[in-house]
């Protein structure tokens, strides 16, 4: 979503961590970082890593690597147009208020669907996206997340306000928490290539701010959770500010929690420590969802519960601990409609940007990797107690492990420092037990002095290699002398992307490397800016979603965020490259790797984000989120819809 409007109240984390003159020549002389022609070193940089299958050999005879075929499209900054490859075709799938569970209304183009009806229909502002394969490539349950909401969600010119900005129709109300949370739509693909939406489908379901949901792990029953509608702090009602996504082996969904701070006020001069750390204050994004708390209809607080002032006895006597149960991973499964989604506190509170597994090996231990979407916040993993049993149950792994928050050095490693207060006296001195150091886990990593990082987003896994790959989207409040190893440019606009191998290629290492990937820049940048010599058929800001398909394509997408200036042609966009690739039974990253191009361009003042492929690489689904004009209609008059794209290959082969 439009960042630069949702980030306006952050402030800096109290870690520290060196400054260094020479952090961007040392990182930059440590390898190419995609230099001049895009092409990577050949390489030692992951020399000790313990990551044994990488090699800088030449390509050998055999079956050819892996290549980019199609030719980088050119930007753009057209408002109703998406742009792809020669021989590529883009569908619309499932735009915001399309009929999803039986007997849903069709969708009303004025805005004057009701929140009943929004509670039947697909949800608005897609985000990141999983494919849960059913029959294959055929048919299968794409689950996607809806971030947030705009005023085009409701009849007229936006919603009725009063004469300070507040809501003041309950439906209105009701609609907007109708429209966050996830849609879970089963889709078929045709013998024509066409994807389309299985409406009334029983799988289908909506799961929204309102939706009940429990509380597990850890920090469970304590007393910060507890709250009038869950006095035993076990349950809660409803997710938000779902922006990145991820999957586990055992084929669930989990939802990330990000910007919760946007959806509760408090009106508290001093608020406690886990209130005041996540941001919340007296304005949030203005949805003031409390300002219609007191009506006849309303049901056990549902709208009195979004402020969390203490104006009671007790935390049993008001709400103020109800944004304790929110920005926490959220466990779906999306085979069974019935089932209650579970926040999953043993991963920590924090404005979760995603949650994506590294390399999963049977019978090992399961690393998940978190970004917390902030100015300054840090990067995270959770790794789980119990191994993975690909034959098992592997219920409530998500409830054992250790969750741990990145320390990165000048010279290329760092440390992976666990936020355990049992073991830990610096976290024993300042919090109160292992519940406490999870609800306030940003507060946490502060102690333990983890690196302030330029908003860390999206991550993945290179499934050749094990590397995980991290975006780090921009950073313009990051002045001179507080550049550090990993975050090396100042006002940093543009953002960067940075890859880190765990030491002993060990989900449960404690240790890894690291350097940076590639930098965010216009092509027309002075070089010392344009540090990885992007061209006007590459040029990107503001790296977001990352995701690597099976076969090792790394897809990069991009949220610019107006009005910082990314060139001549600002509509977001995503790219694709391949960082390593396949040889008989080797793995290689040779010098002259297929170069980074531009795949897809969205329509004006979209983010492009979200991305999936089917199996068999012959489907692709990307998110376009808040689009401008009047897409995808585009004509000049119809309300701009959030929707999933479609595209695939004029042949029918596979995207590549």
């Not at 915001?96 to 929140?115: H, I, Q, R, V």
């Not at 792994?397 to 936020?419: E, H, I, K, S």
Request: glycine content about 10%; aromatic content about 8%; charged content about 20%.
């Amino acid at each position: 979503m439009d960042r630069q409007s949702q980030k306006g109240r952050e402030r800096l984390s109290r870690s520290a961590s060196p400054h260094l003159n020479e952090l961007l020549e040392h990182q930059v002389s440590r390898r190419s970082a995609l230099r001049g022609g895009l092409g990577l070193a050949s390489s030692t940089f992951f020399a000790g890593a313990g990551v044994s299958a990488l090699s800088a050999c030449s390509e050998s005879d055999g079956v050819a690597p892996l290549e980019l075929k199609f030719q980088s499209v050119a930007g753009s900054d057209a408002p109703d147009l998406l742009r792809v490859p020669a021989g590529y075709i883009t569908e619309i799938l499932a735009p915001w208020g399309t009929p999803l569970l039986s007997g849903a209304p069709a969708y009303a183009g004025d805005g004057s669907n009701t929140a009943a009806d929004q509670a039947q229909q697909v949800g608005t502002n897609h985000d990141g996206m999983h494919y849960f394969p059913i029959e294959g490539s055929r048919r299968g349950l794409l689950v996607v997340n809806h971030e947030y909401t705009n005023g085009t969600l409701f009849a007229g010119d936006g919603r009725q306000e009063d004469a300070t900005g507040a809501p003041t129709d309950v439906d209105e109300v009701r609609k907007d928490i109708n429209a966050h949370g996830l849609s879970v739509m089963e889709i078929v693909r045709g013998d024509d290539g066409r994807v389309s939406l299985v409406a009334g489908s029983p799988f289908n379901r909506r799961i929204t701010a309102a939706t009940p949901m429990a509380i597990s792990g850890p920090a469970a029953g304590d007393a910060k959770l507890r709250t009038p509608f869950s006095p035993t702090g076990t349950r809660t009602r409803g997710t938000v500010n779902n922006c990145a996504y991820g999957s586990t082996p055992w084929n669930t969904y989990l939802a990330c929690e990000e910007n919760i701070q946007g959806y509760f006020i408090t009106n508290d001069a001093n608020p406690p420590r886990e209130t005041a750390r996540m941001g919340i204050n007296a304005d949030g994004f203005g949805y003031k969802w409390s300002n219609v708390a007191g009506d006849a209809s309303e049901d056990n607080g549902e709208f009195a519960r979004w402020n969390v002032s203490q104006t009671g006895a007790s935390a049993l006597d008001d709400w103020r601990n109800e944004a304790n149960t929110f920005g926490w991973i959220v466990e779906v499964d999306p085979t069974d409609p019935t089932s209650t989604p579970v926040k999953r506190t043993a991963m920590g509170r924090m404005r979760h940007e995603g949650c994506q597994p590294g390399r999963v090996r049977n019978g090992e231990k399961v690393a998940f990797y978190m970004g917390d979407d902030a100015r300054f916040e840090y990067f995270y993993k959770f790794v789980t107690a119990d191994a993975y049993n690909a034959n098992g149950n592997n219920a409530d792994m998500l409830d054992r492990g250790t969750l741990y928050v990145a320390q990165f050095n000048a010279d290329g490693t760092g440390q992976w420092l666990p936020l355990d207060y049992a073991n830990n006296a610096a976290l024993a001195n300042d919090f109160s037990s292992q519940a406490d150091v999870l609800v306030n886990t940003r507060s946490a990593a502060d102690t333990l002095g983890a690196t302030p990082m330029d908003r860390p987003e999206w991550s993945t896994t290179d499934p050749l290699t094990g590397e995980v790959y991290l975006t780090l989207t921009n950073n313009t409040r990051r002045e001179a002398g507080q550049e550090n190893a990993p975050n090396p440019r100042a006002s940093n606009s543009h953002g960067h992307v940075i890859r880190i191998a765990e030491n002993g290629d060990d989900p449960a290492a404690t240790s890894f490397t690291w350097d940076i990937f590639v930098f965010g820049s216009a092509a027309s940048a002075d070089p010392s800016f344009n540090i990885s010599g992007l061209d006007a058929n590459n040029e990107f800001g503001s790296p977001d979603g990352i995701w690597f398909d099976p076969r090792g394509v790394l897809w990069i997408q991009t949220d610019n965020g107006a009005p910082l200036d990314y060139g001549d042609d600002p509509n977001d966009q995503m790219l694709a490259v391949i960082p390593a690739r396949l040889d008989g039974e080797r793995v290689i990253r040779p010098d002259n790797q297929a170069q980074l191009k531009r795949f897809f361009v969205g329509p004006a003042g979209c983010e492009v984000t979200g991305i999936q492929m089917t199996p068999d690489y012959k489907t692709m689904f990307v998110n376009i989120q808040h689009p401008g004009g009047s897409w995808p209609a585009n004509d000049g008059v119809s309300r701009p819809r959030s929707a999933t794209v479609v595209i695939r290959r004029e042949d029918g082969d596979e995207i590549l």
